[in-house]
């Protein structure tokens, strides 16, 4: 009886932000952050909330909220990325934000473009999104970045060095990433490294080839040219440049690719090759996706949070929103901290003196 009562009383009136908050033992101000999706809320805070939330039936007022945070706020996230693990992750972070913040997602890929295809693409985008989440190497092109902006849409930049003060980024360290990188397999006494490097249209690819540059420097190991073969990020471009490497007469004992796949490819030429990782070859990658585990040895590199990256730039975008609407212009540059991740595809090398 009592209960179907208060069931009755519930469906008579709005459940207020106060019920929910003496029910999940926290400050309205604390379930407004998170029905409004703000960052800056603990995991087991927020989900203590949404518990409420759901136990009150509790449906927020979106005249009341904010255009970011009410539902049919459209953001698109665009990308060409070739590497499918790397978009996966980006997926994930991208999703979570989303559902979180009660915007719609809409995911598109560019991929085969040219310049004014990108161009054109971006101006009907503007038409029809409040906010554009851009990954590279499309958040490099210039085009895109100037057609958006110039439409009054908030962009925000994800795993990119610095490109432009026009525009928020979220991204890590790439050069400081590289050289501690590079730093751990000279300390192991690597001093023949051969070095894969990413897309030529890449900023970040830039940065974590000078990263690497700056460690053999300070170490006092020569630049050999012919250590280096450029790489594109895909598993193919991997294969061709550990082949490459592999085929000299005098061969690296440590081979470091500028992302996972190319990694997890000079880990399978090594094996084809009958050479031994990390015995005779220690192969290292970057940004630390499934790629890094689902090959023998699973391999040491840096982690890049590219899904709390993802999630991150969400939010940013959908405060950024929220400032265009009160005509306020703000630029955020987010560094994530990485991490240097030491799994079994590394060891010392062989021969004394690397």
Known sequence: MGTSTKSARRKSRAITIHEVAALAQVSPMTVSRVINGNANVREATREQVMRAVRELGY???????????????????????????????????????????????????????????????????????????LPPPL???????????????????????????????????????????TEYLIGLGHTRIGYIKGHPNQTASARRYEGFQAALAEAGIAADAGLVQQGHFTYRSGLDAAEKLLSRKKAPTAIFASNDDMAAAAVSVAHRRGLDVPGDLSVVGYDDTSAATTVWPELTTIRQPIASMSDSAMDILLRSIRRKEKDVHMVVDHVVAHQLVKRDSVAPPVAAGG
């Open 59 to 133: 449906t927020p007022n979106l005249a009341a909220r904010s255009l970011a945070a009410a539902q049919g706020t459209r953001i698109a996230l665009i990308y060409t990325n070739p590497s499918g693990a790397y978009l996966s992750e980006l997926l994930v972070g991208a999703l979570r934000g989303a559902a979180r913040t009660a915007v719609q997602l809409v995911v598109d890929s560019w991929d085969g473009y040219n310049a004014e295809a990108e161009r054109n693409a971006a101006r009907a985008l503007a038409r029809s999104v409040a906010g554009v989440l």
């Open 139 to 181: 958040c490099e092109s210039r085009a895109v970045v100037n057609e958006l902006l110039s439409a009054g849409v908030p962009v925000v930049a994800l795993a990119s060095a610095r490109f432009g003060d026009d525009l928020s980024h979220v991204r890590i360290d790439d050069f400081s990433a590289s050289k501690e990188m």
